[in-house]
């Protein structure tokens, strides 16, 4: 989101002082089980719309999207996002929340996605440039926009992949989220 603002330094930022919209830049998601990972990106000029459509096609086939974090982060952008492009989100496809089932059922010192994956010998998640790779991506050149738009979905994708196998360590720990008749058919 881009901001005018007086100074660096803590400050309370006004919404009278946003500059542009915040928008999602990229999306990758699996299904349970399968191997490939599927990604989209904003398009050129930025808007994430034409993203959110081809994803919602997915998203509104699945009967319960699991996440790190998902029910306070991602479920709320992509609400949102919906929401200010008024395309359709499915409200009953369920969320299952990693980060919030494992501080339920767990005593660990951190209940972030790197550490729970190096905790429980995982895939670990890669490593990310910050701010850098967000400025790169909105203001590079074309050739850095176009290499760290890369980066972006390949971390994307790395995520998927440890959420996918932390879910599946972890999903005998947990209590069921769905009716006991629907896994007994």
């Not at 982060?73 to 009953?92: C, E, G, M, P």
């Not at 990693?98 to 010192?109: D, E, G, Q, S, V």
């Not at 926009?145 to 932390?166: A, H, P, R, S």
Request: a positive charge; proline letters at 1%.
């Amino acid at each position: 989101v881009k901001v005018d603002t007086w100074w660096t330094g803590k400050q309370y930022i006004n919404h009278n002082q946003l500059r542009s919209d915040a928008k999602i830049i990229s999306i990758a998601w699996k299904w349970l089980g399968e191997d490939e990972v599927y990604s989209l990106t904003w398009d050129s000029k930025q808007c994430d719309k034409a993203m959110l459509t081809k994803f919602l096609k997915e998203y509104n086939k699945a009967s319960m999207v699991v996440g790190q974090n998902n029910n306070s982060f991602d479920n709320k952008w992509i609400n949102t996002r919906s929401a200010y492009h008024k395309l359709h989100v499915d409200r009953f496809v369920k969320s299952f929340d990693i980060y919030r089932m494992a501080k339920r059922y767990f005593r660990l010192p951190s209940y972030s996605m790197a550490y729970m994956a190096k905790y429980f010998g995982l895939t670990l998640k890669q490593s990310h440039e910050g701010i850098h790779m967000w400025n790169m991506i909105e203001y590079g050149t074309k050739e850095e926009q176009k290499e760290y738009l890369q980066k972006m979905v390949d971390y994307n994708k790395g995520d998927i992949v440890t959420t996918e196998e932390l879910y599946l360590t972890l999903k005998p720990y947990f209590a069921s989220v769905t009716n006991n008749a629907v896994a007994k058919g």
